[in-house]
């Protein structure tokens, strides 16, 4: 990845807010803050703290990485409105990362990247040996071999891997190095987003657990 891209990742799919800026191949600065509920309200001062730590202001950023589940419905659209949001403001990349990738980040190949949900619900997925076009899979192929299952029901196949990294790196490592093997059209300045880099968008699958109002709406008066 470039030495000097300075890459800011997080997430909040799950129960934490969690964040790291890289720079290169070194960590500036990284949290995981548990929390149940809150996210919405603690990423951006979070983000804030981080990149102070670090010594960067948000004009500093080369790309956005976001983790864009699958995981708790609310959590992964704070995430990634945040990161859409912060791309648009900032004239940068913003890249979504799913739990799978980054459980696989730097794992040894094939392996199998297996990520609990809640209970025994568990989202898995087969990563095989790395291609030249590994960096720049489309959103499509990894969201068709996302499998959601129990952790009984597992199929044969590779070993369950576990990236080396911490969950917010690994996201901030997987964005530096798509949009490192994207490089944005040389005829627009400020660069837009590479044409092969999607915006991030949620990824569930399974349907939300919230059901429609069972009372009839109410009357509107003319």
């Known amino acids: 990845m470039p030495d000097g891209l300075r890459v800011l990742g997080f997430d909040t799919s799950a129960a934490h807010c969690a964040a790291a800026v890289i720079c290169g191949d070194r960590v500036l600065a990284q949290r995981i803050?548990?929390?149940?509920?809150?996210?919405?309200?603690?990423?951006f001062p979070l983000l804030t703290e981080l990149l102070a730590e670090a010594g960067l202001g948000?004009?500093?950023?080369?790309?956005?990485?976001?983790?864009?589940g699958p995981g708790n419905f609310t959590g992964v659209r704070i995430s990634v409105a945040a990161a859409r949001g912060l791309a648009l403001s900032l004239g940068i990349p913003a890249v979504g990362i799913t739990a799978t990738e980054a459980a696989a980040c730097d794992a040894p190949r094939p392996c199998r990247a297996v990520v609990t949900l809640r209970g025994d619900e568990i989202v898995w997925q087969d990563f095989p040996v790395l291609s030249p076009d590994s960096p720049l899979r489309?959103?499509?192929?990894?969201?068709?071999?996302?499998?959601?299952?129990?952790n009984d029901a597992l199929p044969?196949?590779?070993?369950?891997?576990?990236?080396?990294?911490?969950?917010?790196v690994?996201?901030?490592?997987?964005?530096?190095?798509?949009?490192?093997?994207?490089?944005?059209?040389?005829?627009?300045?400020?660069?837009?987003a590479p044409a092969a880099i999607?915006?991030?968008?949620?990824?569930?699958?399974?349907?939300?657990?919230?059901?429609p109002p069972r009372d009839p709406p109410p009357l509107i008066l003319p």
Not at 140 to 149: F, H, M, P, Q, V
Not at 170 to 191: E, G, N, S
Request: charged share 20%; hydrophobic share 45%.
């Open 58 to 68: 948000w004009s500093d950023l080369g790309a956005i990485g976001v983790g864009e």
């Open 156 to 168: 044969p196949g590779p070993e369950t891997c576990r990236s080396p990294h911490p969950l917010p």
């Open 198 to 211: 999607a915006r991030p968008a949620p990824l569930y699958l399974r349907p939300a657990d919230a059901a």
């Open 138 to 150: 489309s959103a499509e192929r990894i969201r068709a071999s996302a499998t959601l299952g129990r």
């Open 33 to 43: 803050e548990p929390m149940a509920r809150g996210q919405a309200e603690r990423l």
């Open 170 to 192: 690994a996201i901030a490592i997987l964005a530096a190095r798509r949009v490192a093997a994207a490089p944005a059209p040389d005829h627009m300045f400020p660069p837009a």
